[in-house]
C-alpha cells in the first residue's frame, strides 16, 4: 500500500527535483533548524558528552569485533527468559520468518511499532501479499502509510509534510483504513495528535501480534530496549498476545551496564530531550504482564558485508538518532527521498551502498551525496566518521570500471549539483566582493559588544574564487 | 532450509578475522552530573518532571490519601485502577470506583477506566524520569499505560536517584520495566514537541517526603 524505493532516479535527478519543491524546502528548513538548536541545547547540558561519546564508540567497536560471541550470548539469555530466537539471512528470510509466525496465530492484522529494520526489508508490502493487514501505529509513520507516501527521515518519517498536508491526508484516508477523522479536523498539532489516538485505539485494544524492531539488545541479560515517546510503542509491546521483535544483528550490546552510555546520547542527541517520554525493556516474557510468546529475528542483509569493510564497518555503530540528517546541509535542501533508501541523509550515503551494494546507479551515486562539510560526523553520539567512509565509499564505486564508468559520471553529476545554481550563487559572491570595504569589521547590534570586541570578522576576498579561477586557469 | 544462523555467524567471524583488536572501555564519564544531596535532588526532580508536563506535588506520608483523592476528583476520574499491592491507605478517601486487576482487566475494560494509582521502582533526578518495574503497587505494564490519567507516587529519598547510571544497578533486567519522562508526547509534526498521543495524556507525580 506504502509507496516504494524501487525504481527510484540516481541521487543527482532526485535531489534537482526535491530542491525544486519549495515547500518541502521550507518544510525540511523549518524542522530540521528546530531540532538542531534544541539538540545542541541538550548536549551542552553534559558537560562530559565528549566521554560519553567515546564509551559509545568503543563499547560498538568492541562488540562488532566479537559480535559472534555476543550473539551467541544474547541467543542464550533471550531463549533461557522464554524468548524464541530466529536467525534471518536476508531480507527475504525474514519476511518468510515473520509471516509464519504471524499465520500460525491465525490473525490477518498486525500492529507495529516504528522500525527501521522492517522497513529495511520491506516488510508491510510482503505481508499485504500474504492476506496480512499490518498498521503503522507512530504518529508519522501513520501520515505516511496513509498518504501512501514514503518515509524521508529517521526518526520522523514524515518531516516532509507540514500540518496542513497531515490534515488533508488524515481527512481523505483515515476513513478507509478505520475510524475517520473527527468532523472539522483543524491543522493545530494537537487536534492532529487526538484524531491519531481515536483512529488507532480500537486497532490496539484487538490487536493480538504486534512488530516491532529494538533500539538495543543487551546480550548478558537477554533484555529488548525500545526508545519512543508517543506510547504507541508500548501498546503494541505490551497488548497483543504474540510479540516479533526484527532487529539488526549490530543492535546488541554486551552488557546492561552499557545501556548507561546510549540511553543518556540517544534521546539527547535525536530528540533533542533529556529522556525520551517512554522507554521499554523486556526480557523473554513474563507470566502475567505482556505478550505470552516473543519471537526474536536476528537480521544481517548486508550487514556482515558492511562488517567485512575495515573502513566502512564504523557505519554498523549507528544508533539511528539522526542528527547527522539534521545537520546536513545536503539533506536539508534535498529531503530524504532523494537518497532513494529508508535510510538517508550522511547516514544513509554510507549506510546504503553497504548493505546493497553499488551495482544500481542510485547505491553508486550515494557517497557522493555530500559536500563533505563534516557536520555530520561533529553531532554523531558514536563517532562514525561519515566523512572518511564517503571518501572510501567513493573509491570503491570509481574503482568499478566498465559499467562503473557510467556510474562514476553518475556519481559526479551528484557531487555537483550542490553548488549547480551559478547564476545566484556567482552573483551573490560578486556582491559581497563589490561592496567589502562597506562590510563592518565587528558584528553590529545590541548585545554582542563583549563577545564581539574580541573577535574581527572574517575579511572577503578581493574577488571571487570562480572569478579568479576564470581568469588564471581558463 | 539452510541453516542460517551457522551462515550469519560463519559471515561475521570470516568479517573480522583480521580485525584489529578493539580499544578498551573507558568509562571516565561521569556517573552523576547533580550534587549527592537529597534536597537538591529532589528540587531537581520536580524541576525536571515539570520540564516535560508531567504535573508535580510534594506531600508527607499522611497527605498522600487526601492529595490522591483531590487529584482524581479535579480530573473528573470516577474510576480508579488498583494495582495489586498498592497500598490501602493512598485511596483511603477517594470516592473513584476502585477497579481491580485481580481478575486480570481486558483491554476494553482498561480502556473504560478513567485513572491509576501507582507507585514505584526508582525515580532518576537528572532526566526527570520515573521507572516502573512490575513490582508492589506498580501492576503490569498496560495498567498505566491505557488509562488516560497515571498517579504515580516516589517516596523521597529513598527512591530517587541522580542519574541513569545510578538507576541501571538498582533496576532487574529480569522484570518488564517501563521508563516514564512525562505525558505522552509526539515530535512529529514539523518537529514540534506536542503532548498527549496514546499513553496517558495526564501524568500526576506526587513526591512524598517524610521530613
Known amino acids: 500500500m506504502s509507496g516504494t524505493f524501487v525504481g527510484m532516479p540516481a541521487f543527482p535527478e532526485a535531489a534537482r527535483e526535491a530542491v525544486g519543491d519549495t515547500t518541502l524546502r521550507a518544510n525540511l528548513r523549518h524542522a530540521t533548524r528546530t531540532i538542531r538548536d534544541k539538540r545542541a541545547r541538550a548536549v551542552a547540558e553534559l558537560d562530559d558528552w565528549a566521554a560519553l561519546r567515546e564509551a559509545g564508540k568503543r563499547i560498538k567497536d568492541e562488540t562488532l569485533r566479537h559480535l559472534d560471541a555476543h550473539l551467541l550470548r544474547l541467543e542464550e539469555s533471550v531463549t533461557a527468559a522464554g524468548g524464541t530466537v530466529h536467525w534471518a539471512a536476508d531480507a527475504a528470510e525474514a519476511n518468510r520468518i515473520v509471516t509464519d509466525l504471524v499465520k500460525a496465530t491465525g490473525e490477518t492484522e498486525v500492529v507495529k511499532v516504528k522500525s527501521m529494520a522492517t522497513q529495511e526489508i520491506g516488510l508491510?508490502?510482503?505481508?499485504?501479499?500474504?492476506?496480512?493487514?499490518?498498521?503503522?501505529?507512530?504518529?508519522?509513520?501513520?501520515?505516511?502509510?496513509?498518504?501512501?507516501?514514503?518515509?524521508?527521515?529517521?526518526?520522523?518519517?514524515?518531516?516532509?509534510?507540514?500540518?496542513?498536508?497531515?490534515?488533508?491526508?488524515?481527512?481523505?484516508?483515515?476513513?478507509?483504513?478505520?475510524?475517520?477523522?473527527?468532523?472539522?479536523?483543524?491543522?493545530?498539532?494537537?487536534?492532529?495528535?487526538?484524531?491519531?489516538?481515536?483512529?488507532?485505539?480500537?486497532?490496539?485494544?484487538?490487536?493480538?501480534?504486534?512488530?516491532?524492531?529494538?533500539?538495543?539488545?543487551?546480550?548478558?541479560?537477554?533484555?529488548?530496549?525500545?526508545?519512543?515517546?508517543?506510547?504507541?510503542?508500548?501498546?503494541?509491546?505490551?497488548?497483543?498476545?504474540?510479540?516479533?521483535?526484527?532487529?539488526?544483528?549490530?543492535?546488541?550490546v554486551p552488557t546492561w551496564r552499557d545501556l548507561e552510555v546510549f540511553l543518556q546520547t540517544l534521546p539527547r542527541s535525536s530528540t533533542a530531550e533529556r529522556m525520551n517520554p517512554y522507554t521499554s525493556m523486556w526480557t523473554g516474557t513474563t507470566d502475567g504482564d505482556g505478550p505470552s510468546a516473543f519471537h526474536l529475528v536476528l537480521l544481517d542483509n548486508g550487514r556482515t558485508d558492511a562488517l567485512a569493510d575495515e573502513v566502512g564497518r564504523q557505519a554498523l555503530r549507528c544508533i539511528r538518532c539522526s542528527a547527522c540528517l539534521n545537520v546536513c546541509p545536503v539533506y536539508e535542501r534535498a529531503g530524504g527521498h532523494a537518497y532513494g533508501s529508508v535510510y538517508p541523509g550522511p547516514i544513509g550515503a554510507i549506510l546504503t551502498p553497504q548493505l546493497r551494494g553499488t551495482a544500481s546507479e542510485v547505491d553508486a551515486s550515494l557517497p557522493y551525496a555530500s559536500s563533505l562539510c563534516g557536520a555530520c560526523y561533529e553531532v554523531c553520539p558514536v563517532a562514525i566518521d561519515i566523512p572518511e567512509v564517503l571518501v572510501h565509499l567513493r573509491e570503491k564505486v570509481a574503482d568499478q570500471g566498465g559499467k562503473g564508468h557510467r556510474?562514476?559520471?553518475?556519481?559526479?553529476?551528484?557531487?555537483?549539483?550542490?553548488?549547480?545554481?551559478?547564476?545566484?550563487?556567482?552573483?551573490?559572491?560578486?556582491?559581497?566582493s563589490a561592496t567589502r570595504k562597506l562590510h563592518p569589521k565587528r558584528l553590529p547590534g545590541p548585545g554582542v559588544g563583549p563577545w564581539s570586541e574580541s573577535r574581527d570578522l572574517p575579511g572577503l576576498p578581493a574577488e571571487p574564487f570562480r572569478d579568479w579561477w576564470r581568469k588564471n586557469r581558463t | 532450509m539452510t541453516d542460517s544462523r551457522a551462515r550469519v555467524l560463519a559471515r561475521i567471524r570470516t568479517a573480522v578475522a583480521d580485525a584489529p583488536g578493539a580499544v578498551p572501555v573507558a568509562r571516565d564519564y561521569r556517573t552523576a552530573h547533580a550534587p549527592d544531596d537529597p534536597a537538591r535532588l529532589l528540587d531537581l526532580l520536580h524541576e525536571n518532571l515539570a520540564d516535560y508536563r508531567a504535573h508535580v506535588h510534594r506531600t508527607t506520608p499522611d497527605g498522600v490519601a487526601g492529595l490522591v483523592a483531590r487529584l482524581l476528583a479535579e480530573r473528573g476520574a470516577r474510576s480508579v485502577v488498583v494495582p495489586p499491592g498498592l497500598p490501602e491507605e493512598w485511596l483511603a478517601t477517594a470516592e473513584a470506583v476502585r477497579r481491580s486487576d485481580e481478575p486480570r482487566l481486558t483491554p476494553y475494560e482498561l480502556d473504560g477506566a478513567d485513572a491509576v494509582v501507582t507507585g514505584c521502582a526508582v525515580a532518576i533526578a537528572e532526566t526527570g524520569t520515573i521507572v516502573l518495574d512490575g513490582g508492589a503497587g506498580q501492576g503490569r505494564r498496560a495498567l498505566t499505560l491505557v488509562p488516560d490519567l497515571h498517579l504515580c507516587v516516589v517516596r523521597a529519598p529513598e527512591q530517587v536517584v541522580a542519574s541513569v547510571p545510578l538507576a541501571l544497578p538498582r533496576l532487574d533486567p529480569g522484570r518488564p520495566l517501563t521508563w516514564i519522562s512525562g505525558p505522552s508526547a509526539t515530535s512529529d509534526i514539523e518537529l514540534d514537541r506536542v503532548e498527549g498521543v496514546h499513553g496517558p495524556r495526564t501524568l500526576e507525580v506526587l513526591l512524598v517526603t517524610s521530613g
Request: with cysteine; hydrophobic share 40%; charged share 25%.
Open chain 1, 124 to 252: 508491510n508490502e510482503h505481508l499485504e501479499a500474504e492476506g496480512i493487514r499490518a498498521y503503522e501505529t507512530d504518529l508519522a509513520e501513520l501520515i505516511v502509510q496513509l498518504g501512501e507516501d514514503r518515509p524521508s527521515h529517521i526518526l520522523v518519517p514524515a518531516i516532509h509534510r507540514n500540518r496542513g498536508e497531515i490534515r488533508d491526508v488524515f481527512r481523505e484516508k483515515m476513513g478507509s483504513w478505520g475510524r475517520p477523522a473527527p468532523e472539522g479536523l483543524s491543522d493545530t498539532p494537537a487536534e492532529l495528535a487526538e484524531a491519531a489516538r481515536l483512529h488507532l485505539r480500537e486497532k490496539f485494544l484487538r490487536a493480538k501480534v504486534g512488530i516491532s524492531g529494538a533500539n538495543f539488545m543487551v546480550a548478558e541479560t537477554g533484555t529488548l530496549v525500545v526508545v519512543e515517546s508517543e506510547g504507541n510503542g508500548r501498546m503494541c509491546l505490551t497488548l497483543p498476545e504474540t510479540l516479533v521483535s526484527v532487529v539488526g544483528i549490530e543492535k546488541v
Open chain 1, 407 to 432: 556510474l562514476e559520471k553518475a556519481a559526479i553529476k551528484a557531487s555537483t549539483w550542490v553548488l549547480d545554481h551559478p547564476g545566484a550563487l556567482g552573483a551573490g559572491e560578486r556582491l559581497a
